[in-house]
């Protein structure tokens, strides 16, 4: 290769280490202050929301770049992770969310900001925050929150709290005095709200063992026989737990014995009071038992 091109590449490389090295610009700091300030309101935002459970919040500083879809979607997530204990009391970590972005991040089109969260009880998550540059203006693109699963513990809403916890309470009154003909009377007549599905064992699973709905009654029936060591305390606030999108359970856990069934050593009941959101509000549509002494629960 001859001298000159040596001399060349030579050129080509310096040129693209020192642009590499390059020094950032008043305007370019100028720029990332302004970014990050913009972003720090968004978190904020978004902190708002989620103490207050109301997504409507997070509107103004959302992307105009957005479908409707788009924003609905980010809106669900958002009320979803609201409503998880987990997140009650939820204050983002703005130092260390914003503290390792530097001045070339607020010269791309987007960025992405991973924000450490502390919430109730000091737990701690980290969710993702994704802004883009619209005009002069850095607005949320993208949120990834915690997803609720089935059994996580909720803090919904007080107005979701008063239209469910008088009536479960109520329901459960009826269970400790015997009437469980007053819980059937209160669920609906179709057969997804009065036959339960089995939980099937790992061998039933891998057999592909099929066994039919099993009655509510039955099991309602069957508690009638147990010999309940404690009931709940009604006047506490009763736990509500995730079950399925759009559907709360009150849990209930009350210890009990059953001799004549064999069940001779304290075991735990767990009774869950399934409350579905309709379009009239929530509405109570099954029970469900679970416990050595309920089969396939």
């Known amino acids: 290769m001859s001298r000159v091109k040596l001399l060349s590449l030579g050129a080509v490389f310096l040129g693209v280490a020192a642009a590499g090295c390059a020094a950032p610009t008043p305007q370019d700091l100028q720029?990332?202050?302004a970014g990050r300030q913009q972003a720090e309101?968004?978190?904020q935002a978004?902190?708002?929301?989620?103490?207050d459970k109301d997504p409507a919040l997070i509107t103004p500083f959302l992307s105009p770049r957005l479908s409707p879809r788009d924003v609905s979607l980010l809106q669900s997530r958002l009320e979803q992770a609201s409503w998880l204990e987990r997140y009650s009391g939820y204050t983002p970590d703005l130092v260390e969310a914003l503290g390792g972005t530097s001045w070339r991040d607020w010269r791309r089109p987007e960025v992405c900001l991973a924000v450490p969260v502390v919430a109730a009880y000091g737990q701690t998550s980290e969710d993702e925050?994704?802004?883009e540059k619209v005009e002069d203006e850095w607005l949320i693109k993208g949120l990834?929150?915690?997803e609720p699963r089935p059994g996580d513990l909720l803090d919904p809403p007080a107005a979701v709290r008063r239209a469910i916890e008088p009536q479960a309470r109520e329901l459960m009154a009826d269970l400790e005095g015997g009437h469980y003909s007053s819980?059937?009377?209160a669920l609906p007549k179709d057969q997804a709200s009065r036959f339960r599905p089995p939980v099937l064992s790992w061998w039933e699973r891998l057999i592909g063992s099929s066994v039919a709905g099993i009655s509510v009654l039955s099991d309602l029936e069957t508690m009638q026989e147990f010999s309940i060591l404690a009931w709940p305390d009604l006047q506490a606030v009763p736990q509500l737990v995730y079950d399925s999108p759009n559907v709360i359970a009150v849990l209930y856990e009350v210890p009990y014995v059953w001799l004549r069934g064999g069940v001779s050593e304290t075991d735990v009941l767990r009774m869950k009071l399934l409350y579905r959101k309709t379009p009239d509000g929530w509405t109570f549509f099954s029970i469900r038992l679970s416990g050595k002494a309920i089969p396939s629960s």
Request: hydrophobic share 70%; no cysteine.
């Open 31 to 33: 720029a990332a202050d």
């Open 41 to 43: 309101r968004a978190i």
């Open 46 to 51: 978004l902190a708002r929301a989620v103490v």
């Open 129 to 131: 925050l994704t802004l």
């Open 144 to 146: 990834q929150m915690a």
């Open 183 to 185: 819980v059937m009377y």
